[in-house]
């Protein structure tokens, strides 16, 4: 059972920056596109960045500029540094992958690590 593991969410001030990470364990053939997701209190899921295998990257528009997602794919771990963080980038962010098999795909999601943004 593949699972995903998000580190780096925290308190900080406007303005300030913060970088997630997120790492999978257990039996892997190969990930594809791997992404950060966010839900802010009373508000749905929204995707925050994407990344596929070769590099190419989606951002949401609230935040680009601003954060830039990369990966590692000899450790398939994928980062989002927040640069210039705002209030309105509070929420709980959820890593996203999506893992290749032989035969068939599946996505997997993190549990979550919160990001408050004070101002």
């Known amino acids: 059972q593949v699972q995903l593991v998000e580190s780096g969410g925290g308190l900080v001030q406007a303005g300030g920056s913060l970088r997630l990470s997120c790492a999978p364990s257990?039996?892997?053939?190969?990930?594809?596109?791997m992404g950060w997701h966010r839900q802010a209190p009373g508000k749905q899921r929204e995707l925050v960045a994407a990344i596929s295998e070769g590099g190419t990257t989606n951002y949401a528009d609230s935040v680009k500029g601003r954060f830039t997602i990369s990966r590692d794919n000899a450790k398939n771990t994928v980062y989002l540094q927040m640069n210039s963080l705002k209030p309105e980038d509070t929420a709980v962010y959820y890593c996203n992958a999506r893992v290749l098999y032989s035969l068939s795909t599946r996505d997997y999601w993190g549990k979550g690590t919160l990001v408050t943004v004070s101002s």
């Open positions: 257990g039996s892997i053939f190969s990930i594809g596109t």
